[in-house]
């Protein structure tokens, strides 16, 4: 019989010692973290950047407030839209709930969040807001192309060239501060959790399985109350920012607006959410060498 994330037995983990969780989209992260906690103690830590926004709890399929209330969570839901918040922010978090001596059982699909807390991350400066209003309009006018072809060769070849968002920060490095972001990240400190030190679980899946349970988990996010989260951001629905980027969120305004039916709205979500799932599995496969390996559902 194969292990998977809803059989995986808590007591192969060493309750004495953090641990890290990954995976794509609705492979079974949270309900896994969530068994540890229960059964050896710890508190659950967000490592997904979408999770953090405070308008969004069906949509990203954010902890219930039952699993909040059977052990304790850390990080999720706690900032409004309209403020700042990156990786560095989030670091900063976690390096407080070291500092506190609890155990963490950090788990996540962002795989910037997961690598910069084992590997460490680069102490580049904050981007200036005239630098970032330049980049918002060049890629509204131009696209993420034309930012790519500005990049220094290091960090081209680094760079998740088919994410946009990754792309238009590494612009905003380079425009800012005169060097490339390749070479800020080679100038890296030590991390605050390496794999050393830790628990590294990471859950792989079955596409086909995984394509099922996302397009079934989307349909039970409309019952549970995806739409009317939509609604109500509707008045300050700015498609650029990062709170906006949730997956669904856009299709979802679209809909509310009368651009498209219910039926193709969640189509397109569902089919949003396959490509990323794509995405995150590609990130661990090339990045995550040395975790433990479990199957997902």
Known sequence: MRTTAETFDPDRIDPTRHVLIAGPTACGKSALALALARAQGGVVVNADALQVWSCWRVLTARPSSADEAAAPHALYGHITPGAEYSVGHWLREVATLLASGQRLIVTGGTGLYLSALTEGLAAIPATPPEVRARADARMAQEGAGALLAELDRATAA????????????????????????????????APLLPLTACSALLIETDRDRLAARIDARFAAMLGAGALEEARAVLPFWNPAAPWARAIGAPEL???????????????????ATRQYAKRQRTWFRSRMHGWHKIMGA
């Open 158 to 189: 680094r760079i998740d060239r088919l994410n946009p968002v990754r792309i238009q920060r590494a612009w905003e490095v380079q425009a800012a501060t005169g060097r490339g972001l390749a070479a800020w990240q080679d100038e890296t400190p």
């Open 253 to 271: 305004v679209a809909h509310l607006r009368g651009e498209t039916t219910l039926e193709a709205a969640t189509e397109a979500a569902q089919a």
